[in-house]
């Protein structure tokens, strides 16, 4: 609205990256930077395109900036911002190269224990850590939390982020001792801060649970799924497909337990979730009858058996690549239960 109470509707168009207009806008942002050199108007327009899904003009915006600001600090959250787009496209490579250039610049002028600095290291460790670079990812990681360590209350959350990062990161290192420790360290923090039935202790709880999985605790494994179930219920609608994902991890437990109606109850439960929250042809529907034949199979119920293998088959194929090794392994089910 205006002085006269006036109101006015501004009807905005998307357009594509290659559009005319685009080019013509971005020629002017670049005479205007010329003519004014205050960037944060511009900065800003960067940052929401980039929301919006518009990398390409976010970086002409960037790089026009970054061509016409001389001062190494300004140019600082232009190379975090230009990392940041290059890391949601996918190109990784060039993300690091504008975030090592981001904290070059920031060591220039921050003091070592700097939390700015602790975050450019995360952004670090996370490009190299969906690159599966995991050794690099985890030295990041452990910059990032030693930092935070000195600047930080030990109940930070920044803490609990640091700490599960560096559990994933173990992970899928397969150190699952090390994830253990990290994560009940990241579930110690969230504790004195969070609800007992918040869903980010959920988080927590699942990913304890399946540390104790892997390394063949199932009894814990099945106490902290439980626990994770719990809070779901609680938090979440009954046909959420989070819940079917718990009752299926409830299930496995169960089967490698030997338990096999409590397995064969929560595998079903899961596929009920699945079958209402799901299309027809989603891989977690035929996961959810692979499991419950398996099931089956172990009763010697071997007609039900193959009855679920089948249909983990037919799922299977209208929604995964032929070679893919669950759809192979639904085959080599169907194979072992046909003339039994």
């Known amino acids: 609205m205006d002085g006269n109470n006036s109101l006015y509707q501004v009807n905005l168009v998307l357009a594509a990256d290659n559009d005319p207009e685009l080019s013509r806008i971005t020629d002017y942002i670049r005479q205007r930077q010329e003519s004014n050199p205050n960037t944060e108007g511009w900065y800003r327009l960067g940052m929401i395109l980039q929301e919006m899904g518009q990398f390409g003009t976010a970086e002409d915006i960037y790089q026009i900036l970054l061509n016409q600001t001389n001062d190494d600090k300004n140019k600082a959250p232009i190379y975090g911002q230009l990392g940041l787009i290059k890391y949601k496209q996918g190109e990784y490579q060039e993300a690091l190269t504008f975030y090592q250039k981001y904290l070059d610049v920031q060591q220039q002028s921050l003091s070592p224990n700097d939390p700015e600095l602790a975050s450019s290291y995360d952004k670090i460790g996370l490009v190299h850590h969906s690159m599966s670079n995991y050794p690099k990812a985890l030295n990041y990681y452990e910059t990032t939390l030693e930092i935070q360590r000195q600047s930080l209350p030990l109940n930070h959350p920044d803490l609990a982020s640091s700490y599960n990062n560096i559990g994933l990161v173990y992970y899928y290192m397969h150190d699952y001792l090390k994830a253990l420790f990290y994560y009940e360290k990241n579930l110690e923090i969230k504790q004195q801060s969070l609800a007992p039935n ?16 892997h390394m063949r605790d199932h009894l814990k494994a099945l106490s902290y799924y439980e626990k994770v179930l719990e809070i779901q219920r609680q938090s979440l609608p009954l046909n959420h497909p989070d819940l079917a994902t718990t009752s299926n991890n409830i299930g496995l437990v169960h089967y490698y337990m030997h338990n096999y109606l409590k397995a064969l109850s929560s595998h079903e439960k899961a596929l009920e979730i699945r079958q209402q929250s799901l ?11 692979n499991n419950i034949g398996l099931v089956f199979e172990k009763k010697g119920n071997y007609a039900e058996a193959r009855t679920f293998y089948e249909h983990a088959i037919q799922i299977g194929q209208q929604s995964l690549p032929s070679n893919n090794p669950h759809l192979q392994g639904y085959r080599k089910n169907l194979e072992r239960v046909k003339n039994k």
């Open 198 to 213: 918040h869903p980010n202790l959920a988080m927590s709880y699942n990913n304890i649970g399946l540390m104790h999985y």
């Open 279 to 289: 299309p027809p042809s989603h891989p977690d529907l035929a996961t959810s009858s």
